[in-house]
């Protein structure tokens, strides 16, 4: 009998295994079927949550000029051909999670609360309610104009060209830490403390996670020392390295004019830092790959194959220097920031990128 994380796992391959079969095989017929589908389960969805009546009118109303718009675009492409890289038909399957998102603005976002008012209501309107009302509206068309740019063409082809490299079923990348990664982290144990970093880095794939996290930092790290000269965590390798266990410098998260990183420390002992690191050394021989497919269906078919923030859990784990308690593979990494019941971290500085160059400006406490 399965237990119920393989039963899980069943499922996420299906569910993996019908996106697949949707792209490579999926005809007109079959697209449209499917945004039906999610059409008609987020409507009935919708006319069962503890909402105002107006406001469940105006998810399906949006859920229909969605759909809308899905079946125009289907009933325009070309099935004919199957290539590799199909930048139509991949736009298609990541669009069956648009109404999905648009729920998550409704829902998890808390706008709700607002309705189209009546006659009355509008009536006894004041200055003051007008303008929260003008200002929720601009964040909503604000949240959906960034869902834009991180589901644009060039942002999904970047990241489909980039998905051959990875595997979540073998690892791929061994010993991409040398013996200098190792010295530096060495000379950096008499710090009494560890330092995780959360970046904001404007990479095609931190911009798409942040339209399901609404976070605007997406990626964790890990340090040994306070000027970050052995950061280090999972990645894509930024075509440099497979993607896995990777060394980490600052050039890598300046990928947009805005972007950022939090630097905070956790105090830890010498032992403590010593289990963490060769923990790393033994990741490092043994093999690794990123988890892509994990940070979708929550899940790690080996050991040593993790995402970032899963990595940074673990790694604190392992030393017992983990703060909360959640699953691995369901840590993000502003969880390590707004989990801290108990103010175990102290913030360390942030750096901010200059839009023209990749110098950073540090803002210390």
Same mark, same amino acid.
């Given at each position: ?42 409507? *009935? ?12 009118? *105006? ?11 899905? *079946? ?61 009302g003008i200002d929720k509206i601009l964040a ?32 791929i990348n061994d010993g991409t830490l040398t ?91 010498? =032992? ?22 994990? *940070? ?53 500085? =942030? ?15």
């Amino acid at each position: 009998m399965l237990s119920l994380r393989q039963y899980h796992f069943v499922i996420y391959l299906c569910v993996l295994l019908f996106i697949v079969e949707f792209y490579f095989f999926g005809n007109a017929a079959q697209f449209a079927m499917a945004h039906v589908g999610v059409f008609i389960f987020l409507t *009935l969805r919708t006319l069962n949550i503890p909402s105002r009546k107006r406001m469940k009118l *105006l998810m399906i109303f949006t859920y229909f000029a969605l759909l809308f718009c899905q *079946l125009s675009f289907a009933s325009q492409i070309g099935f004919g051909e199957i290539r590799f890289i199909n930048l139509d038909k991949l736009f298609n399957v990541v669009s069956l999670a648009f109404p999905f998102v648009i729920e998550r603005f409704f829902i998890v976002n808390k706008y709700a609360s607002f309705y189209f008012p009546s006659i009355q209501e509008i009536s006894t309107f004041s200055f003051n309610e007008l303008h929260g009302g003008i200002d929720k509206i601009l964040a909503v068309v604000a949240g959906i104009k960034k869902t834009g740019s991180a589901l644009s063409v060039d942002h999904l082809g970047e990241i489909a060209a980039d998905l051959p490299r990875h595997n979540s079923f073998r690892y791929i990348n061994d010993g991409t830490l040398t013996g200098d990664y190792f010295m530096a982290a060495r000379e950096s144990m008499d710090d009494p403390n560890i330092y995780i970093v959360i970046s904001n880095t404007g990479s095609a794939a931190s911009e798409l996670i942040s339209v399901f996290t609404r976070k605007q930092y997406n990626h964790a790290s890990l340090s040994f020392d306070a000027d970050l000269k052995t950061i280090v965590s999972y990645n894509g390798g930024d075509r440099i390295y497979p993607p896995g266990l990777n060394p980490e410098m600052i050039e890598f998260f300046h990928r947009k004019p805005d972007a950022s990183i939090l630097v905070y420390r956790l105090e830890a002992t010498r =032992e403590q830092k010593e289990k963490i690191l060769d923990r790393i050394r033994e990741i490092n021989e043994n093999g690794s790959a990123y988890n892509i497919l994990g *940070l979708v269906l929550k899940y790690s078919y080996k050991s040593n194959i993790l995402f970032c923030s899963q990595f940074v859990y673990k790694m604190l784990e392992c030393a017992g220097l983990q703060y909360f308690v959640k699953e691995d593979t369901d840590v993000r990494p502003m969880d390590f920031v707004e989990l801290d019941t108990y103010r175990k971290l102290r913030f360390a500085y =942030e750096i901010r990128f200059s839009p023209e160059t990749a110098d950073a400006g540090h803002t210390s406490v």
